[in-house]
Every structure is written in structure tokens, then in C-alpha cells.
């Protein structure tokens, strides 16, 4: 904010500052002396935001957030020893008494318990993908698996907000925020960061908006929710009675309103509520273009599956994810909720898979054979992984796991990720992580390098110190760049 | 004047004699800390009796110039100067040394020969004091000063700029080592440790008493032990100094010097942990190994350069700026590279011209994305001067293929997306031939497999991408959609939607299962004259019909005057109150919590309707209920409705509906009941819950949940 109370004292009149200064030149040298930055280069200048760094690799990402941890046991981490050893106890040591939830921490047992799917081993890279999701292994050689992910905390609200904004307590500004601030909006008729929100068949979890929130950063990057419902941006049908032309008529009078306001009080925020209007407008024509699904063809309806016709299912958001990139979003944030497996995992894995397998690998052949892979990002992940243990019964048929952050499986394709390969590795238990660590920070740090940004440059000055993604941690992992 | 000379020539004596002894004794000596900053100052000063030096052979050489007696005291002068200041030197150059950063021989060099240079300038100059006329000796000690200082000058230079510096950049960088040949260390590592740290940790220069260059003297270490710990890069004193704080003395590389990248750093940690070996060839690591990963990829990248930087000049920001709109945004690739890139965007904002204005910045553009903007074959001559052109996506424009002969001058051309056009096999062959493109995406087009395996035959080296999808299998379309659920008004139809071109929408409101050729065929809006349950399913040729769609259609009745509730909610579930039965607003059974909802569990629900004095006649009741059996919640067994004329409630008809045999999908559905149309003034409804959940429910033999919204009269 700083920045912008010393941008309203220059938006005096030459009688206001002769008449507040009075003192002169004196005044001056001692507001020099108050204000440090006074008469040096402002930050803005000084820093080329709104450009990549250096060459990016990828311009675009699509996040596809499986919101309550699907369990890297039944996905993509084959431990075939967990299934010799089922119902045996944990060994003590490997857990080391690390912590573990309040939902097992009173279980007298820990017995580990194998995957229930079957795995096997797919593509040239011979990834290993289970069978719930054969779509996606058909896909494998364009994916890099990260199977040695792990994150600070135990629980859904802050392990969430954590790898969405690099922080556990949920004020700072979401991944797509930070990259709205530093390479800003392609398309300057959408909003450079959107979410897409869908909900599955298994045990739910909240997401919320403070997700997708700007924190400090101007509000203009504050992620945009689209509905679920037919009209994916409501609003943007001009009122009956009213064309175009009388709306622009309007907006040109409100903007020299607010300008007047702006004036007067200096608020940023007035400037960026005229800027958005500006974008509503020019989203009249654009949305409309975009969220039309009816001019796809069949074939590629039939990739995603038909679900993708209906409005709010993973499967649309896919779509709209891909048509949204396509027209230069460059953060589009899904969230697909119902993966908070603590019991009934047998019988509720497969349904959350068969929502998202076909779509997910759909997304990113689409993106393929429109040549657009190679600058769009594709991430799949979660906050944290699950236990090798059960939680709750066990038996033959059916059992449950707990969060686990210790370990857990995140893949990404496409945009200068090295496809077809697998990095870091867990122990034969699958609990603790073996070789090439990545912590959030890390990930978040090789991100934004993906994109042409230097995580340690990418700073917003809040509260009297320096912000970043990564904050004061993370390091860019070459091993995941191609 | 005598009196100054002779001062100086003590001084100079005095500080000659001291230094010599020092050096003697160099090894017993222990330096006070303000002593070290006179030796930090050698750098500086040492420039003073080179330029004098030099200037009195330049002097020498043009004695002619001058009068003998002006000649001789010039020089006197000048040498008197040189001694002093190379007396101080010498002393303050001793000092320096006792630092301990550099290396035995070539500092002993240095000190020998800067001790020699110091005597020698106090000996020529009691020489060109004293009344000695041998002239050839006198010019002959200046030429020796002179050598010597040249030898004196670079023995110091090596030690603080490294050894050969100033023939470094004549010299071959990097004999190439032979992949087989060369151990991994030597190919990956050692290129980093030589920029980065041999500069300091060499032979003749060991700061720290740090030696990286020999394999042996770096495992050994420096003066505050071992550099690495083989296997643990966090407790390795280099990897630490390398992330210390830029403020931290002991940070490395010092700052000022050039720091290690991620990259290099990653490397060093990966080939501490793996064992800090320096001997071992690419094959001989056991896998994997981040090392052995990491290792490559540098190996990979020395051998082929990525090439990102463009030897064309920049346009200017304003010109940028100035071509840019809401619909064609042009911005460098990244901030201080001059190549552009191009996005057009909204197709029903774009013209013609806005793409032939870039032709003022045709030698910049890189990439340009074109998609789905009304591109026609004539369009793409404006593309014939991008000479620099990388990267042009075309999909989904209206090109059917002549106009790609126009690309054919754009020699960088890499990559070419036609995806959703309608060109042909036969156009692309002018575009083929381009020397660097790797990639044309042509799926959706008129090119059939067949051909685009012709064409790779062909042209081995392009990558053609037509579809990874194949499924051979039918699969089933999706649920035809109900637009406006909720409560409808009387005028109010029904409205389905499918959102796939082609499709035939069947559906019933009697309760029987539509398929693919029973049911009525939707045309239009359905009217209906009561509260309906829907089935409907979506079918097109060539797909499997979809599952069924059902949803209970609900028809606005008439409204009672007040409504009461005779038994209390369950108290977690009190909705409104009873009005909320009546308000017109339905809920969601997903959000059973929310306030439209009312909740019953152990008692039943009754409550009354007053229609007032002048009631209509009526004859049916709509109460609409959830259906969530997960949590519970369970369609009633049972439905009462009873009228009251004058004052006796009198039951009119009786409804019951059969426990469900299995889950069924979430919903809202309806329970109804008739009787003998007639205007009774209030109602009173009772719905009995669920009082035991059936066997195959996971709480078979509890409660079972009512949960009621609207209740509605006709």
C-alpha cells in the first residue's frame, strides 16, 4: 500500500502543495528522509513485471487440483510389499513417531494395508498406473510423475491453502494470483486467472474462495469463479431493452464518475473496479464464443466423454479448461472435490477415477493435436498423500486410509516438463520419502521457473518486508525440466 | 631540499632493512589487525613506482632533451620518489602475504624479486647521487629495474588474478574430453568447480589453503577442515558457505565474484551425495541416481547450446505499446529479449488490417497465434517478410491450403498448427522443406492417416500429430438437461435441453421408462397441468442413448393463508419454520442442511394449511420430500390429509408408498393424494417417516430421516 499513499501525494494541485508544503524545499528533503523511496526508482519501473524473466518454457497452466487427497497407493505408487504384508502393523521404524492425525493417532494398530486396484506398467517409460485410471496410463509417456512430493501439514484447510498460496494460514496470495502479477493477462478480454470448481461421488471436502484470493497483491488477480450452471459467467447477457451501444454509453459515464472519486481519495481499488467493468464488457462478446460447447466435434465430445457436455461436471471444466487456455488464460484452477478417503476407499475410489480418468487424459491429448501442449502446463495434484496403513476396519474388501504428508504423488505434462519420466522415490512402505525430495516450495519454485519467472524475483513489498511465492524458501528442481 | 632526500633515503633504508629481516622471519610473525589493512592497501600503492619506473625510462631515453644538470636532478628526483614508494611496498606487500591465501612458490617468486626490484631503485639511486660517470652502467640498471619490474608486476598478477590470466582468452577453452573417456566428475563437475572456485583454490593461489584442483588436496581439505563429507551435502562445509547469506564473509563464491546457478549447485549436492566420486565413467554409477541424472543433463546441454537469444535489434516500447489492443496483444518473449510474440483473440472483433500493421515489426515476430480468427489462403501473404517467424498456429481458421505456399519464406519456421482446417496433403508440400520444422499439427483436417504416414515416410525428421485418441468403442451420450427446475408458474412449460448438435430427446411425465424408440419425441416445451416425475434420455445415431434423466416437475398450487406446524422439527433441522413449506423456494437435497428444509426423525410431520373463509374448492395434495439414503434420509411411508369444514377434521385420503429395495440416486421426489373436490377451510397433513431402515442399508433397523420442503394444494 505504501506505494500507492505515495502516489496520491503527487496527485496534488500546484496551490495544494504550495499551500501543504509551505516549508519548501525543507519539507521535501525531509519527506525524503520519512518516505526512503521517495526519490528512487519506484518498483515497478525497476522490475519488468508483466514479462517472463527469461524464455518460459510454458505460457499457460491448468491446475487440476483432486481436492481431499486421492490416495498415490491406488494411483500411480505401486508398493506391491504393502500387499504381502497386509495387516501386519507398521514397523515402528519406519515411522519414526511421526505424527499423525487425530483420527488414528488413537488406533492401538497401525496394519498396512496393499492396494486394492491392480497396477501395471504402461507406455515406453513403463510408468505405473493403476487400474482405475486407464485412460490416464494411456497418456503416461507424456507425464512426469513426482513421487516424492511432501508438505508441512497434516490437514485439508491448511495443507490446501499451502500448496495453492505457499502458506498454511490462508492471506497470502493464491499460485494464479502471483502469476496474474508477473506476467500478467494475455487476452485482455478475459481474466487472466479463472477456477472451475466440480464436485465427485466420494467423501467431499470445502474448497474455498480464500484459495483463489489475491491476498495482498491488486485485486484484479484474484482468481474468477466460474458457475456451474448453463451460464458459466452470469450476468453477461445485456438486459432486455438495452443493446450494446447504451451499455458502453453507461460505462463511459460510471468511468468518469469514478474518476472524479479517484481524484479525490486515491484508492486503488477504483481504478481496478473501472478496469474490471472495462472487461465485462469486452467478456460480453468473448465468454459467450467460448463457453459455446455445441461447436465441438463429436470426436472430441467422445474423448472427454459426454459428461463434458454437462454444465459443472469435472469433465466440462476439463473442456472449458482447455477452450479457456486456448484463448490465453494463463492460471485456470479446477478443483474436483470427494477424494477424502478415510473409509470405504474400495467403494469409492473407482467412481471419483471414472469422473476424472477420461477427461483428465483428454485434456491433454486435446491440447496435443492442437499443438498446444507444448506451452500449456497441465498439473495434476493434491494437498498431501494417505497412509499405507488402514484407518478404521480392515478387511477383505474394504478398508480406509488417513492423510499422509509425508509422501505423495504429483504429475505434470506437457510445457517443458520432462514427459515420460519419474522423479523421487518412496520407501518399499511407501511412507517415507527415499531419494529426491520435493517440498511444496520446491515445486512451487520449479513452476514458476517453467513459466520464465525467478521465484526469488517475483516479490511484492507488504507489511514492511518482501513476499514471495516460494517465500524464504525453494529451490527450482532441474530434474522435472526437460 | 638535501635535508628531504636524505629523510626519505633513511626512511627507505630503514623500511629495506626491516622488510628483509621480516622475510627472514616470516614464519615467527603475528600480524596486529591494523597492520593488515596497511597490507590490504599493497594493491594500490604498488602502481606508484611502476608508473615512476616506467617514467624514467622513458626519461632515459630522452636525455638529449633535456640540459645535463636539470637531466641529472629529474632523475634523482624521480628514482627518490621510486624507492620510497617501492620501499613501502615492499613492507606493506609482506604484509599482505602473511594472509596465508596464496601459494608457496609463486608468492616466493613474487616477494624474492619485489625485495630485489626495492634494493636495486635505492642502489641506482646513491648510484645517480654519487659522481660515478660510467654512463652504460647508469642506463644499464634503469633497463634492469625495468625487466625485473615487468617479471615482478606479472608474478603478482598471477597471484591475484589466477595463473595465465591474461592469455586466457588466446588459449583453446576446454579440450574436449571424450564422453567414454572422461569420468563424470571430470565431465560435469570439474566445468562447474573450474568457473566458479579454481580462480581461488589453485595452485598458486590456495585460499583457505583450500586446493580444488588436485583430486587428492580437495578431499583433504582446508584449514578449517574437510571441504565435503562424501554422502552428506548438508553437513558439507562448501555446500554450506554456498547458501550462506551474501553478507556472510564466508560465503562462495565471495560475493562479487560470479555466483553458482540452481543448476550447479543441485549438481554439486547430487555428486556429494552420491558419493563424491571423481573417477567413475557415465556407466559405471548404479541407477538410479539423481547425480547420474543431473550430470547428463549438463553434459547434454555443453554439448548442444540452447539457442534462445536472436541477433535482431528490439523495437521500441512506444511502438509495442502502440499496436497493441484488447484483441491483438504483442509482448517480448521474455523482458529484455527484442523477439515478439502475437496473440489475436475475440474473432468477432478482428480485421484484416490488424494483422497487416505487424509488418512494421515483421523482423521481431517470432510467434503469432492466429486461431480461430476468419483467416483466409490470401491472408498469409503479409506472413511472406516474417523472415524470423518460429512458431504460427493457424487452427481453426478458414484456410483450405494454397495460401501455405506463402510460408515458404520464413526459413525459421518450427512448428505449424492447421488443426480444424481444411487443407489438404497436397498443400503442405511447399512448407516441407523448410530446414528447421519439427512440428505440423493436422488433426481435424482433410489429411487421413493414410496420408500422414505418406508424408512421414517422407520427411522423417517432421513430427506430423493427427490424433493420439482411438477408441473404437461406442460410448453413451450425456443426460438431456431440465432448464428451469424449481417450481413452475401456471403459463410455465417444461424445457430440455441437450447442448450436442443432433440429438433426439425421448421422455415421459407418467412414470413409464422412455428408450431409444418409446416415449414421446421433445419438440417443444412441455405444458402440464399438474406436478409431474420426468424421465427422459438424450439418443443420437452412433452413440449409445444416455442414462435416464428423472426430476420431479413441480406446479405452482394455491397458496394457503397461514400454515402451522403441530409438531415441533427435529432441532437441528428447523428450516424457517413452517413457512418455509410454503414460500415457492425448493431445495437441494445435496444441501439437507440448508434453511429450505425441514427435518423429522422420531416424530411425525403434521401440520395444518388454513385456506381462510373464502377457500376454493380443492382436491390434491404435493408434498415433496428428499431422498438421500446415504445420510439417512428416506422417502415416508405414509401420507394423511385431512379436511375441516366446521370445526371436525375429517381424513380424506390416505397414501402409502413401499419401502425402497436399494439406494436409490439422490433426488427430490413427490407423494400425493386425492380426494372428492370440495372447499374445506384448513388441511391438516401427517407424513409418517421411515420408523425402521431396511436390511440393506449400513443402519438397518434405526430411524430413518423425513425431510420435507414444499407442500403444495390444487
Not at chain 2, 566445468?191 to 580444488?212: A, D, R, V, W
Not at chain 2, 483436417?445 to 505418406?454: A, E, F, V
Not at chain 2, 515416410?457 to 493420439?468: A, E, G, R, S, V
Request: with cysteine.
Amino acid at each position: 500500500m505504501s506505494k500507492e499513499f505515495t502516489d496520491h501525494r503527487f496527485h496534488l494541485t500546484r496551490r495544494h502543495f504550495l499551500g501543504k508544503l509551505s516549508l519548501g524545499l525543507g519539507s521535501a528533503a525531509l519527506g525524503s528522509l520519512l518516505i526512503p523511496g521517495l526519490f528512487s526508482k519506484s518498483e515497478t519501473t525497476t522490475s519488468s513485471l508483466g514479462l517472463p524473466h527469461f524464455a518460459p518454457k510454458a505460457k499457460r497452466i491448468i491446475f487440476l487440483h483432486q481436492n481431499g487427497a486421492p490416495s498415490q497407493l491406488e494411483s500411480f505408487d505401486y508398493k506391491p510389499l504393502l500387499n504381502k504384508m497386509a495387516g501386519q502393523d507398521l514397523p515402528a521404524s519406519v515411522r519414526m513417531g511421526q505424527r499423525l492425525t487425530g483420527m488414528t493417532a488413537g488406533q492401538s494398530k497401525f496394519p498396512l494395508v496393499g492396494s486394492y486396484f491392480k497396477f501395471n506398467q504402461y507406455g515406453k517409460s513403463g510408468a505405473w498406473v493403476s487400474e482405475l485410471f486407464p485412460n490416464i496410463a494411456k497418456v503416461a509417456d507424456e507425464i512426469c510423475f513426482i513421487k516424492s512430493m511432501h508438505t508441512e501439514a497434516i490437514n485439508h484447510d491448511p495443507a490446501l491453502t499451502f500448496i495453492q498460496t505457499g502458506a498454511q494460514q490462508g492471506n497470502r496470495p493464491s499460485m494464479g494470483s502471483w502469476l496474474s502479477y508477473g506476467l500478467g493477462s494475455e487476452n485482455k478480454n478475459l481474466p487472466a486467472f479463472c477456477v472451475l470448481l466440480s464436485r465427485g461421488r466420494g467423501n467431499g471436502q470445502g474448497v474455498y474462495s480464500k484459495l483463489w484470493n489475491n491476498g495482498f497483491l491488486d485485486s484484479v488477480h484474484q482468481g474468477v469463479q466460474l458457475s456451474s450452471s448453463e451460464e458459466r459467467v452470469l450476468y453477461l447477457k445485456d438486459p432486455e431493452g438495452r443493446d450494446r451501444a447504451d451499455r458502453r454509453n453507461m460505462l463511459d459515464k460510471l468511468a468518469e464518475l469514478n474518476d472524479l472519486n479517484y481524484k479525490e481519495f486515491g484508492d486503488p481499488e477504483v481504478q481496478a473496479r473501472v478496469q474490471q467493468y472495462e472487461m465485462a464488457y469486452r467478456m460480453q462478446t468473448a465468454v459467450p464464443e467460448l463457453t459455446d460447447l455445441t461447436k465441438e466435434p463429436d470426436s472430441t465430445v467422445k474423448m472427454y466423454g459426454s459428461d463434458c457436455l454437462v454444465p459443472g461436471t469435472y469433465a466440462a471444466n476439463c473442456l472449458l479448461a482447455r477452450k479457456l487456455s486456448e484463448a490465453g488464460v494463463r492460471f485456470i484452477q479446477l478443483y474436483h472435490q470427494g477424494w477424502d478417503q478415510h473409509g470405504n476407499l474400495v467403494g469409492e475410489m473407482p467412481l471419483q477415477a471414472q469422473d476424472t480418468d477420461r477427461a483428465t487424459a483428454a485434456l491433454i491429448m486435446d491440447l496435443k493435436q492442437r499443438g498446444l501442449l507444448d506451452e500449456t502446463l497441465v498439473i495434476w495434484g493434491t494437498e498431501f498423500g494417505r497412509t499405507n496403513f488402514c484407518q478404521g476396519d480392515l478387511s477383505k474388501e474394504n478398508y480406509g486410509r488417513d492423510h499422509h504428508p509425508r509422501s505423495f504423488t504429483m504429475w505434470m505434462a506437457g510445457g517443458g516438463v520432462k514427459a515420460g519420466t519419474t522423479y523421487g522415490e518412496t520407501d518399499e512402505f511407501g511412507y517415507n520419502i527415499l531419494r529426491d525430495p520435493v517440498h511444496v516450495n520446491d515445486f512451487h519454485a520449479t513452476v514458476l521457473h517453467l513459466m520464465g519467472l525467478n521465484h526469488e524475483q517475483l516479490t511484492y513489498k507488504h507489511l514492511g518486508r518482501y513476499y514471495r511465492l516460494t517465500d524464504v524458501a525453494g529451490k527450482v528442481i532441474p530434474g522435472l525440466i526437460a | 631540499m638535501k635535508r628531504l632526500i636524505d629523510i626519505s633515503k633513511s626512511i627507505t633504508l630503514f623500511l629495506l632493512s626491516l622488510t628483509t629481516f621480516l622475510f627472514a622471519f616470516t614464519d615467527r610473525i603475528v600480524l596486529p589487525v591494523w597492520l593488515q589493512v596497511a597490507g590490504k592497501l599493497h594493491p594500490l600503492i604498488l602502481h606508484l613506482p611502476i608508473g615512476i619506473i616506467v617514467l624514467i625510462l622513458i626519461l632515459v631515453l630522452l636525455r638529449s632533451q633535456f640540459e645535463s644538470e636539470q637531466f641529472k636532478k629529474l632523475i634523482t628526483y624521480s628514482l627518490l620518489i621510486t624507492t620510497l614508494t617501492s620501499a613501502i611496498t615492499v613492507f606493506f606487500g609482506l604484509l599482505l602475504s602473511l594472509d596465508g591465501e596464496y601459494g608457496f612458490d609463486a608468492l616466493q617468486r613474487h616477494k624474492v624479486s619485489g625485495l630485489i626490484i626495492g634494493w636495486l631503485s635505492y642502489i641506482s639511486l646513491i648510484f645517480y647521487q654519487s659522481s660515478f660517470k660510467q654512463k652504460a652502467l647508469k642506463y644499464g640498471i634503469i633497463s634492469v629495474l625495468f625487466v625485473l619490474l615487468i617479471f615482478v608486476g606479472h608474478t603478482g598478477a598471477e597471484l591475484t588474478h589466477g595463473e595465465n590470466f591474461v592469455f586466457s582468452p588466446l588459449q583453446v577453452s576446454e579440450p574436449t574430453l571424450n564422453p567414454e573417456n572422461a569420468s563424470v566428475y571430470q565431465l560435469a563437475v570439474m566445468p562447474i568447480l573450474e568457473k566458479k572456485c579454481f580462480t581461488c583454490h589453485n595452485e598458486s593461489k590456495t585460499k583457505g589453503k583450500l586446493l580444488m584442483t588436485v583430486a587428492d588436496k580437495f578431499k583433504k581439505g582446508g584449514e578449517s577442515g574437510l571441504a565435503f563429507i562424501t554422502g552428506n551435502p548438508d553437513s558439507s562445509r562448501m555446500i554450506q558457505y554456498i547458501h550462506l547469506p551474501f553478507t556472510d564473509d564466508n560465503h562462495m563464491p565471495p560475493a562479487g565474484k560470479t555466483q553458482l546457478t540452481e543448476f550447479e549447485i543441485s549438481l554439486l549436492e547430487a555428486w556429494i551425495k552420491s558419493g563424491a566420486d571423481f573417477t567413475k565413467k557415465l556407466g559405471e554409477f548404479s541407477l538410479p541416481d539423481t547425480f547420474v541424472t543431473l550430470a547428463n543433463q549438463a553434459i547434454k546441454s555443453k554439448l548442444q547450446p540452447e539457442k534462445v537469444e536472436y541477433n535482431f535489434e528490439s523495437v521500441s516500447a512506444a511502438t509495442i505499446k502502440n499496436l497493441n489492443t484488447p484483441f491483438r496483444t504483442i509482448f517480448p518473449i521474455y523482458a529484455k529479449s527484442p523477439a515478439l510474440e502475437v496473440n489475436f483473440f475475440v474473432s468477432d472483433y478482428f480485421k484484416i488490417e490488424a494483422l497487416k500493421e505487424l509488418t512494421e515489426i515483421n523482423k521481431q515476430i517470432v510467434t503469432v497465434n492466429l486461431s480461430k480468427m476468419p483467416i483466409t489462403d490470401e491472408d498469409l501473404k503479409v506472413f511472406s517478410s516474417f523472415e524470423n517467424l518460429e512458431v504460427l498456429n493457424l487452427n481453426f481458421t478458414k484456410l483450405t491450403g494454397p495460401g501455405i505456399a506463402n510460408l515458404k519464406s520464413c526459413k525459421n519456421l518450427k512448428s505449424v498448427s492447421l488443426a480444424g482446417t481444411k487443407i489438404t496433403s497436397e498443400s503442405l508440400l511447399p512448407l516441407l522443406t523448410l530446414p528447421s520444422l519439427n512440428s505440423v499439427y493436422i488433426w481435424n483436417t482433410n489429411i487421413t492417416d493414410m496420408q500422414k504416414t505418406d508424408l512421414e515416410k517422407k520427411y522423417p525428421k517432421i513430427n506430423f500429430l493427427l490424433t493420439q485418441f482411438k477408441d473404437e468403442n461406442m460410448v453413451a451420450i450425456s443426460r438431456p438437461n431440465l432448464i428451469n427446475e424449481g417450481i413452475l408458474q401456471k403459463e410455465d412449460k417444461i424445457e430440455l435441453k441437450h447442448n450436442m448438435p443432433g440429438v433426439t430427446i425421448r421422455y415421459t411425465i407418467d412414470g413409464t421408462q422412455p428408450d431409444s424408440v418409446t416415449g414421446l419425441i421433445y419438440q417443444q416445451p412441455i405444458a402440464i397441468d399438474e406436478s409431474v416425475k420426468l424421465k427422459a434420455i438424450a439418443c443420437k445415431s452412433g452413440w449409445y442413448c444416455s442414462p435416464l434423466f428423472e426430476s420431479s416437475v413441480y406446479l405452482a398450487g394455491v397458496k394457503p393463508e397461514q400454515v402451522k406446524l403441530l409438531k415441533p422439527t427435529h432441532k437441528k433441522y428447523p428450516g424457517t419454520g413452517a413457512i418455509s413449506l410454503i414460500d415457492g423456494v425448493k431445495g437441494y437435497i445435496e444441501e439437507f442442511k440448508s434453511p429450505d428444509w425441514l427435518g423429522f426423525i422420531d416424530t411425525s410431520f403434521e401440520a395444518s394449511f388454513d385456506f381462510g373463509k373464502n377457500a376454493t374448492a380443492l382436491n390434491k395434495v404435493v408434498v415433496s420430500y428428499g431422498d438421500y439414503m446415504n445420510q439417512g434420509i428416506f422417502p415416508p411411508t405414509e401420507l394423511q390429509i385431512w379436511g375441516n369444514k366446521q370445526g371436525n377434521f375429517k381424513l380424506l385420503a390416505t397414501q402409502k408408498i413401499a419401502a425402497p429395495k436399494a439406494y436409490n440416486p439422490l433426488n427430490v421426489s413427490f407423494i400425493t393424494a386425492s380426494w372428492e373436490k370440495s372447499n374445506y377451510s384448513t388441511y391438516k397433513v401427517i407424513v409418517k417417516p421411515n420408523g425402521k431402515l431396511p436390511q440393506w442399508h449400513g443402519a438397518k433397523g434405526q430411524k430413518g430421516w423425513f425431510f420435507v420442503d414444499e407442500v403444495l394444494f390444487y
